[in-house]
């Protein structure tokens, strides 16, 4: 069973930073694209950064040059470093694990999430 937990939420000013941490455990990790996601009140879940089975990373524009995900495969673990964070990235961010393997697919295409972690950011 395939189980993903994320920490490391919380409340920053702007400018700040955080990283978020997501244990995984149930499947074999390094065969499966990871991502982070998130979900603003009122809006759609929307991508942020992503890393595939060879490592490959890809970013959402507005995650570009501020934002790095990466993983760990032996540690089973998926974090993603926040810096010069800004109002706008105050969102519940989501793990997420496609078994597809070579890219994560939209959202509601990939069949496993996390419960989510708050990120407040204020000005």
């Known amino acids: 069973q395939v189980q993903l937990v994320e920490s490391g939420g919380g409340s920053v000013q702007a400018g700040g930073s955080l990283r978020l941490s997501c244990a995984a455990s149930?499947?074999?990790?390094?065969?499966?694209?990871m991502g982070w996601f998130r979900q603003a009140p009122g809006k759609e879940r929307e991508k942020v950064a992503t890393?595939?089975?060879?490592?490959?990373?890809s970013y959402a524009d507005s995650a570009k040059g501020r934002f790095t995900i990466s993983k760990d495969n032996a540690k089973n673990t998926l974090w993603l470093q926040m810096n010069s964070l800004k109002p706008e990235d105050t969102a519940m961010y989501y793990c997420a694990a496609d078994p597809l393997g070579w890219v994560c697919r939209n959202p509601p295409d990939i069949p496993y999430w996390g419960q989510g972690t708050q990120v407040t950011v204020s000005s």
């Open positions: 149930g499947y074999s990790y390094n065969r499966y694209c």
């Open positions: 890393i595939n089975m060879n490592g490959l990373t």
